[in-house]
């Protein structure tokens, strides 16, 4: 079941959702295998075997009434390698924003970025927001294969790849930091509402 919030990437969106997620977990429903909060919604998954939709959907609506946390989350310094092999589309960024690659670099390393939420990869954290001027969008044809730990931009997001795979997002530099790990508990270095800012390595 998914409940939807208003259509924006923003941390107060982003802390209601968060906040909804919080609440359901802590109601501890029977049925109730995961609750996953996005940039603007939570995902509901339960079966129904155990319990029905109407007593989620009643558990949501109660939820989404809580007053908002605002989140306190962990603060990451994540070291990157800019340009070069490590950074192979930091020219076609700059060419974007009209900017040197070293005024490109200033401007993704000039903010703290918030973890909005995890997705398409294990430990995929989708962080907000880029400056704008170099919010460039999505390469046409994505790559076959992106190297982990490449750092990418995609409009007002920025992320992290966690491991070898095809991938879309313009590719600035590279971190060495292990982001998924299913043996530890939690797995993903990340979670939503914690603050990650990029230092040249």
Do not use: N
């Amino acid at each position: 079941m998914l409940l939807e919030l208003e259509p924006s990437i923003d941390v107060r969106v982003s802390e209601r959702a968060v906040t909804i997620a919080e609440q359901v977990r802590s109601r501890a429903v029977p049925g109730v295998r995961d609750v996953v909060p996005t940039f603007r919604s939570v995902a509901v998954y339960f079966d129904p075997a155990i319990t029905d939709a109407e007593h989620v959907e009643r558990e949501l609506r109660l939820a989404s009434v809580a007053p908002v946390r605002i989140l306190g989350g962990r603060t990451f310094e994540v070291p990157v390698s800019y340009g070069g092999e490590f950074g192979p589309d930091l020219a076609e960024v700059a060419a974007f924003a009209g900017l040197s690659e070293a005024a490109v670099v200033a401007l993704h390393i000039g903010v703290r970025y918030r973890v909005f939420m995890l997705g398409f990869l294990p430990g995929f954290a989708y962080m907000g927001r880029v400056d704008s001027r170099i919010a460039a969008p999505r390469k046409g044809t994505p790559r076959l294969r992106v190297a982990a730990g490449s750092v990418g931009i995609a409009g007002v997001q920025t992320g992290i790849y966690p491991r070898e795979s095809p991938g879309g997002w313009q590719i600035i530099g590279r971190t060495t930091i292990p982001l998924f790990d299913p043996l530890k508990s939690p797995s993903a270095l990340f979670a939503p509402g914690d603050t990650v800012r990029f230092v040249p390595a």
